[in-house]
């Protein structure tokens, strides 16, 4: 996989560094207004914060600004999906520009992440899912993704079949990776950001 050559790597990670300071010196203020609206809609905590599964199968703490109701899991973990009933009216708004996902820029400083990968799992599903899927694991070989080549091909991930085709794009993506198929990946995440999902507000997992 190209991805794994130490060139390959050490480019990667010096974009990665450079953008993620970027978007937080500049998103910065607009999550202490965001996070204001979220604090006034229903009183709840702004960050949310969740266990994610990262490369090689490492642990880390996910940050994202809050964008479901507080009690979205009381019965447990559950699959996010298109016109989720657990999303907040500013959650709804945030998550269709991808406000929410601007705090994963101090995962990709802290090296849990980079922009670009295999969008991280939480560790109940991936135990799932390698029971499931053969292969599945090859995925995690990488810096899990803020965005991806899964995310701009596919709408969430709601069922096993459904994570069984992301891996397809996950291990294309690992083949075929270069500089340039990230930056096409981006240029499509600002599309889908501005245009929607095919033209609409969906939102990718």
Same mark, same amino acid.
């Given at each position: 996989?190209?991805?794994?050559? /130490?060139?390959?790597?050490?480019?990667?990670?010096?974009? !990665?560094?450079?953008?993620?300071?970027?978007?937080?010196?500049?998103?910065? %203020?607009?999550?202490?207004?965001?996070?204001? &609206?979220?604090?006034?809609? !229903? =009183?709840?905590?702004?960050?949310?914060?969740?266990?994610?599964? =990262?490369?090689?199968?490492?642990?880390?703490?996910?940050?994202? &600004?809050?964008?479901?109701?507080? !009690?979205?899991?009381?019965? @447990?973990?559950?699959? /996010?999906?298109?016109?989720?009933?657990?999303?907040?009216?500013?959650?709804?708004?945030?998550?269709?520009?991808?406000?929410?996902?601007?705090?994963?820029?101090?995962?990709?400083?802290?090296?849990?992440?980079?922009?670009? @990968?295999?969008? %991280?799992?939480?560790?109940?599903?991936?135990?799932?899912?390698?029971?499931?899927?053969? =292969?599945?694991?090859?995925?995690?070989?990488?810096? %899990?993704?803020?965005?991806?080549?899964?995310?701009?091909?596919?709408?969430?991930?709601?069922?096993?079949? !459904?994570?069984?085709?992301?891996?397809?794009?996950?291990?294309?993506?690992?083949?075929?990776?270069?500089?340039?198929?990230?930056?096409?990946?981006?240029?499509?995440?600002?599309?889908?950001?501005?245009? =929607?999902?095919?033209?609409?507000?969906?939102?990718? /997992?």
């Amino acid at each position: 996989m190209a991805i794994t050559s /130490a060139r390959h790597r050490v480019i990667k990670r010096a974009v !990665d560094l450079l953008t993620a300071t970027a978007l937080l010196v500049f998103g910065t %203020p607009l999550c202490f207004f965001v996070g204001a &609206l979220i604090k006034l809609e !229903d =009183g709840g905590p702004i960050m949310f914060r969740q266990v994610r599964v =990262g490369r090689r199968g490492s642990l880390f703490t996910l940050y994202k &600004l809050r964008s479901m109701r507080t !009690d979205a899991e009381t019965g @447990g973990p559950q699959w /996010a999906a298109i016109d989720d009933e657990r999303v907040t009216g500013i959650g709804w708004w945030i998550r269709a520009l991808r406000i929410d996902e601007i705090p994963q820029a101090w995962n990709v400083l802290r090296g849990h992440m980079s922009l670009v @990968g295999p969008r %991280p799992e939480r560790p109940e599903f991936v135990d799932v899912l390698r029971e499931e899927i053969v =292969g599945y694991d090859r995925r995690l070989v990488v810096r %899990p993704g803020i965005t991806g080549w899964a995310q701009v091909n596919q709408i969430y991930a709601g069922t096993v079949d !459904d994570a069984r085709v992301k891996l397809g794009y996950d291990l294309e993506y690992l083949e075929r990776y270069s500089i340039w198929l990230d930056l096409r990946i981006m240029l499509r995440t600002a599309r889908i950001i501005l245009l =929607g999902w095919g033209g609409t507000s969906g939102k990718t /997992a």
